[in-house]
């Protein structure tokens, strides 16, 4: 199917003499209507961008800036309830954690949870409703826009807003001095990547959702467990061994190891094994959502 060329209707009634001469007329021309030629368009027609899949970031951008407020405030409501809630409220009775209050351990906890919810959550039900609900991935793969450029610009959009949130929980902790401005440098990059890891992680749960209750499954079983089991709430340390043997290799718990030293000011261990789990994560998900989503959608 190709798009209708609004160039059509105005040159329908037109005589001229090369339409009056069809053996004058390109040989790329088609012809439409009868006996006239028609020029096919001077550009393939595809959203615009610095390459392909930037095109649908774009895309996914211009849409959400009409509502970018709203969204911002539900992304960022539920990390903020239970910063205040928990910092403030159950900080009071525990008193430091980890050489420092608890409610500034709780703020880099916070900062990767709600990168992991706002990143999963984008690819799943947004990402969802354009691919199967409104059709839009299917309108898109009528432009010279592949399977893999739309799959890597829903997940760079969602690890783009992952990073709002996580930076904007950042800016918060730091007014109120439970976090380094200065941080920002290392933090910005750590939340883009957990943002990216999470983002194709969970659009393999999009290949594979026969209808949104699906990713309930996902929400349930696999990103509660690790909201309460890498770290977020208290350290590692108070898991027993075998336990922390396994959460260690949860993307959540990486996220978390790389922003939290950060936020506080301290060193990070082993960062380049933190950086290369969240890569093989974002690089695994994003292999497997793909081979499923052509066998979906180009079945």
Do not use: C
């Amino acid at each position: 199917m190709t798009e209708h060329d609004p160039r059509d209707d105005t040159n329908a009634g037109a005589t001229t003499p090369q339409a009056a001469r069809p053996a004058e007329a390109s040989p790329h021309a088609t012809t439409a209507r009868g006996h006239l030629p028609v020029q096919p368009p001077d550009a393939p027609r595809y959203l615009p961008g610095v390459t392909p899949w930037m095109g649908v970031w774009r895309r996914n951008f211009l849409v959400w800036r009409k509502l970018a407020i709203a969204s911002m405030f539900g992304n960022l409501a539920d990390p903020m309830i239970y910063l205040f809630g928990l910092g403030f409220g159950l900080g009071m009775m525990v008193g430091n954690v980890d050489g420092t209050s608890y409610i500034a351990f709780l703020a880099a906890g916070t900062v990767g949870s709600s990168v992991m919810f706002s990143a999963s959550f984008e690819s799943m039900y947004s990402g969802f409703s354009r691919m199967h609900v409104q059709r839009t991935w299917e309108a898109l793969m009528h432009t010279p826009l592949t399977l893999g450029d739309i799959v890597l610009g829903e997940v760079v959009w969602a690890a783009s807003k992952a990073v709002l949130s996580g930076v904007a929980i950042l800016l918060v902790a730091s007014v109120l001095g439970y976090a380094r401005i200065d941080s920002l440098a290392v933090v910005l990059p750590a939340v883009l990547l957990a943002g990216l890891a999470f983002a194709s992680l969970a659009m393999v749960m999009t290949a594979l959702a026969p209808s949104y209750d699906f990713f309930m499954f996902y929400q349930t079983l696999v990103m509660t467990p690790m909201l309460l089991l890498s770290g977020v709430f208290f350290p590692l340390s108070q898991l027993p061994a075998a336990a922390r043997h396994v959460t260690e290799w949860l993307p959540l718990a990486h996220a978390v190891a790389l922003i939290r030293p950060a936020m506080l000011g301290r060193a990070i261990d082993l960062p380049w094994l933190h950086v290369g789990a969240l890569v093989a994560y974002t690089v695994v998900g994003f292999s497997v959502a793909l081979v499923l989503l052509r066998r979906r959608i180009l079945r």
